[in-house]
């Protein structure tokens, strides 16, 4: 396993903190990385699911400069577990909670250069709940079938990759347990 020689922070803002590693591999070759951190206890993304229905919300992306199709998502807070994080998100951004919530897959986005860590839940027997959020509009709430997602991809030019992700998982766990 590589060993990190060095480690040192090379900035820090509000969302992130950029670190630069020095490491040395087996073959005594050392190389400099630079690595994105969270200041955080990273994130959820939760897969609500009403009725035959995905929930969906269409939120403006900085980053891209438009809107983007994602699903519910946040920071995890500090003291805060990963499923009451999803169940406060789900308040704040389409207004439900639910009573039937379980995380089922972790991503770790771009590893070779982020150590963020975001959660996948799983969120059903939804009920009406609403929390105020921190978004700066309301965001809008898009439901898609959960048996014709083929739609999907023709419909929306701009899609997290998370969300899409969060769909093959679930695809795959509900595909297993039909087995």
């Not at 903190?17 to 630079?34: H, S, T």
């Not at 639910?98 to 986005?109: D, E, Y």
Request: proline share 3%; no cysteine; net charge negative.
């Amino acid at each position: 396993m590589p060993i990190i020689k060095n480690k040192s922070t090379i900035i820090t803002t509000k969302l992130f903190k950029i670190n630069k590693l020095d490491i040395e591999f087996d073959n005594q070759a050392i190389r400099e990385y630079e690595v994105i951190s969270g200041t955080g206890s990273g994130a959820v993304m939760i897969i609500p699911i009403l009725g035959d229905n995905f929930l969906f919300i269409r939120e403006y992306a900085a980053a891209i400069n438009n809107y983007s199709l994602t699903f519910p998502k946040g920071k995890i807070d500090d003291g805060e577990s990963i499923l009451v994080a999803a169940n406060r998100e789900l308040q704040e951004e389409i207004g439900y909670k639910a009573n039937k919530i379980r995380q089922i897959f972790s991503l770790n986005l771009a590893p070779g250069y982020m150590d963020h860590k975001t959660y996948i839940v799983l969120a059903e027997n939804l009920v009406p709940s609403k929390l105020n959020g921190d978004e700066p509009e309301d965001l809008e709430v898009i439901k898609y079938n959960k048996n014709n997602l083929s739609n999907l991809l023709l419909e929306s030019n701009n899609i997290d990759s998370r969300a899409l992700a969060s769909l093959y998982i679930y695809n795959q766990i509900t595909n297993d347990n039909n087995s």
